[in-house]
């Protein structure tokens, strides 16, 4: 099984933004990023701090992404 990686909200922002996620809106620091097919993501954006691995794990079945397939993303990007 693979480990779900650990991720600062920038870099899970820009895999967002690859995927053709759009910055909808921000509240505190939480910022909602909607696609043009109607999908919504909420992002919590906190410098300099991790996000949780459960919180990453929902957001990834949001993007109905296998950690597999989200892991590619991430190489891609590098």
């Known amino acids: 099984m693979i480990k ?3 991720l600062k909200s920038k870099e899970l922002v820009r895999i967002l ?3 053709g ?3 909808h809106h921000q509240v505190g620091s939480h910022a909602q990023f909607k696609h043009p097919d109607g999908r ?3 992002v919590p954006i906190h ?3 991790d ?3 459960k919180t990453l794990r929902g957001i990834i079945d949001d993007l109905d ?3 597999e397939e989200f892991i590619e993303m991430l190489k ?3």
């Open 4 to 6: 779900t990686p650990i």
């Open 17 to 19: 933004e690859k995927l």
């Open 21 to 23: 996620f759009s910055k």
């Open 40 to 42: 919504r993501i909420t």
């Open 47 to 49: 410098q300099g701090k």
């Open 51 to 53: 996000i949780n691995k």
């Open 65 to 67: 992404l296998t950690r």
């Open 76 to 78: 891609i990007n590098k």
